[in-house]
């Protein structure tokens, strides 16, 4: 199971951390995603780290700002989010894709991940 955790209401230019906490032994084999959803929209990608942690994607609209990491021994992966903007206002998720499902790369697509944890808000007000 996954459940992300760490959202809230902030300013302009503010920061929050976010992390997604995964139970299971089979964690570290697994590709890690964070993706978004505001209102009226489709769910996005915003990043993805491999299951080694060698690999990471970005989002255009978040590249230099977030930081995605993992610590396998911990079973998290954290989303450093710097220099918040209002349009980074969503229900941001944390989700699993791997070998299970048929993946073996890290992926961008939404459809390529198999296990969703339950969101958690980030509101950044102007």
């Known amino acids: 199971q996954l459940q992300a955790s760490g959202g809230g209401l902030v300013q302009a230019g503010a920061s929050l951390r976010l992390s997604c906490a995964a139970s299971?032994?089979?964690?570290?084999?697994?590709?890690m995603g964070w993706f978004r959803q505001a209102p009226g929209k489709e769910r996005e990608f915003v990043a993805v780290?491999?299951?080694?942690?060698?690999?990471?994607y970005y989002a255009d609209s978040v590249k230099g700002r977030f930081t995605i990491s993992r610590d396998n021994a911990g079973n998290t992966v954290p989303l450093q989010m710097n220099s918040l903007k209002p349009e980074d206002t969503a229900v941001y998720y944390c989700?699993?894709?791997?070998?299970?499902?048929?993946?073996?790369?890290?992926?961008?697509?939404?459809?390529?991940?198999?296990?969703w944890g339950r969101g958690t808000q980030v509101t950044v007000s102007s």
């Open positions: 780290i491999s299951w080694s942690g060698g690999i990471t």
């Open positions: 989700a699993a894709s791997g070998p299970q499902w048929g993946i073996t790369t890290p992926s961008r697509d939404v459809g390529e991940y198999g296990q």
């Open positions: 299971g032994r089979t964690f570290s084999r697994y590709h």
